[in-house]
């Protein structure tokens, strides 16, 4: 499964980090922003909140989670939730993981044997 909601390994990253936030819990934006530090997502500048709700607005258009208005607070809040889909990529992203630690931990090695020389 593809999602062209980023560039390259940071908006991989971040699509993927805030997947898996809201499918631990269903979110408000500002909420999810709080959130992407514990990841080492850092989005500096002003316009920090516009980069996350650019994502989620793709993650939205990929089918990968939807949106429901919470009416009960004021002023209403979007609320983010995994789809299937959303949750398909999720397994897809684990598997991608796996294969890239298997390579970290082989590249590691093989450094640490060539700087014993």
Not at 22 to 37: D, N, R, V
Not at 46 to 56: A, E, K, N, P, V
Not at 58 to 64: A, D, M, R
């Amino acid at each position: 499964m593809r999602f062209r909601g980023g560039r390259g390994f940071h908006g991989w990253w971040l699509a993927s980090v805030l997947l898996l936030l809201i499918a631990e819990e269903p979110s408000h934006g500002y909420e999810l922003a709080e959130k992407l530090s514990d990841f080492g997502v850092e989005i500096p500048g002003i316009g920090h909140m516009g980069s996350i709700y650019r994502m989620l607005a793709s993650l939205e258009e990929g089918g990968l989670v939807q949106t429901e208005w919470d009416t009960t607070v004021s002023p209403p809040r979007k609320v983010y939730r995994i789809t299937p889909r959303g949750r398909m990529y999720l397994r897809e992203t684990l598997k991608n993981l796996e294969e890239m630690k298997e390579r970290i931990e082989m590249l590691e090695r093989r450094i640490k044997k060539a700087l014993q020389e």
